[in-house]
C-alpha cells in the first residue's frame, strides 16, 4: 500500500537523520597543538575546548565585567569552538600580587605536559596601574586589553615580538593609554581557529 511505503521510508529516513546528528556532536572535538601561522604561534592545548577560569578576591571586583568581557571576545570567535567561562570553583585563577620582573603588567603561567595543558594561573602586577574605563590615563593600562592579551595565552598562543605584528594582541609588549588591541586581529583568530577549529 502507497501510504504505507511513504511512511515506512519517512520512518527509515527520520532514523537516518537521528543517527547522524547524534553522530556529528562535538563530543571529540578535533584539537591540535603546536602551530605556527603569520603573527601567531600557538603550543600546547588543553584536552576540552571548554574551560573556566576563577578570579581570585585579590582582584578588585570592578574589575569582573572587563574580565569576563576579555573572555567573551575569545568565546565569541565564530571560526573556534573553544569557550571560556567564569566559575568559582575553577583551578585556573586570575589573581594579583608581586612578580618577579618589574617589567612584566601581567604574566600567564601555562602549565603543560609536551602536548597538553593541565592549567593556567594569570596574575596582574600589583604595582602597576589598571583601569577598567576608556580612555586610559597615559599612565594605565586598560583592564579589557590586558586580559584580552592573557586570554590569549589560554588558547596557548605565545607573544609575538615581530615588528610586522604590532598590532596584533598577541604582541608581547604594551604601551599604558592604549586599547586598541582588545579586539583581536585576523591572525589571532587564526591561531585560535587552528588550535581548537
Ligand atoms: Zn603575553
Redesign the pocket.
Given at each position: 500500500m502507497i501510504i504505507r511505503s511513504i511512511w515506512k521510508h519517512m520512518l527509515v529516513f527520520l532514523l537516518l537523520a537521528l543517527f547522524f546528528s547524534w553522530n556529528t556532536r562535538p563530543v571529540n572535538a578535533v584539537i591540535n597543538n603546536n602551530g605556527s601561522g603569520f603573527c601567531w604561534q600557538s603550543g600546547a592545548a588543553w584536552p576540552s575546548n571548554s574551560v573556566s577560569y576563577k578570579i581570585d578576591p585579590t582582584i578588585p571586583a570592578s574589575w569582573t565585567t572587563n574580565i569576563n568581557t576579555s573572555a567573551t571576545t575569545w568565546t565569541n570567535i565564530g571560526s573556534s569552538s573553544f569557550t571560556l567561562s567564569n566559575n568559582s570553583s575553577s583551578a585556573n585563577v586570575i589573581s594579583k600580587g608581586s612578580l618577579a620582573n618589574p617589567s612584566h603588567i601581567a604574566l600567564?603561567s601555562i602549565y603543560a605536559s609536551p602536548t597538553t595543558i593541565n592549567k593556567v594561573l594569570v596574575v596582574f602586577d600589583q604595582t602597576d596601574s589598571f583601569t577598567t574605563i576608556l580612555p586610559a590615563s597615559p599612565e594605565s593600562h586598560w583592564i579589557t586589553e590586558i586580559m584580552t592579551?592573557e586570554f590569549g595565552?589560554w588558547f596557548n598562543l605565545r607573544?609575538n615580538y615581530s615588528s610586522m605584528c604590532r598590532s596584533v594582541t598577541m604582541y608581547?609588549t604594551f604601551e599604558s593609554g592604549e586599547s586598541y588591541r582588545a579586539s583581536l586581529t585576523s591572525y589571532d583568530i587564526n591561531g585560535a581557529a587552528w588550535q581548537y577549529p
Amino acid at each position: 500500500m502507497i501510504i504505507r511505503s511513504i511512511w515506512k521510508h519517512m520512518l527509515v529516513f527520520l532514523l537516518l537523520a537521528l543517527f547522524f546528528s547524534w553522530n556529528t556532536r562535538p563530543v571529540n572535538a578535533v584539537i591540535n597543538n603546536n602551530g605556527s601561522g603569520f603573527c601567531w604561534q600557538s603550543g600546547a592545548a588543553w584536552p576540552s575546548n571548554s574551560v573556566s577560569y576563577k578570579i581570585d578576591p585579590t582582584i578588585p571586583a570592578s574589575w569582573t565585567t572587563n574580565i569576563n568581557t576579555s573572555a567573551t571576545t575569545w568565546t565569541n570567535i565564530g571560526s573556534s569552538s573553544f569557550t571560556l567561562s567564569n566559575n568559582s570553583s575553577s583551578a585556573n585563577v586570575i589573581s594579583k600580587g608581586s612578580l618577579a620582573n618589574p617589567s612584566h603588567i601581567a604574566l600567564a603561567s601555562i602549565y603543560a605536559s609536551p602536548t597538553t595543558i593541565n592549567k593556567v594561573l594569570v596574575v596582574f602586577d600589583q604595582t602597576d596601574s589598571f583601569t577598567t574605563i576608556l580612555p586610559a590615563s597615559p599612565e594605565s593600562h586598560w583592564i579589557t586589553e590586558i586580559m584580552t592579551h592573557e586570554f590569549g595565552h589560554w588558547f596557548n598562543l605565545r607573544d609575538n615580538y615581530s615588528s610586522m605584528c604590532r598590532s596584533v594582541t598577541m604582541y608581547g609588549t604594551f604601551e599604558s593609554g592604549e586599547s586598541y588591541r582588545a579586539s583581536l586581529t585576523s591572525y589571532d583568530i587564526n591561531g585560535a581557529a587552528w588550535q581548537y577549529p
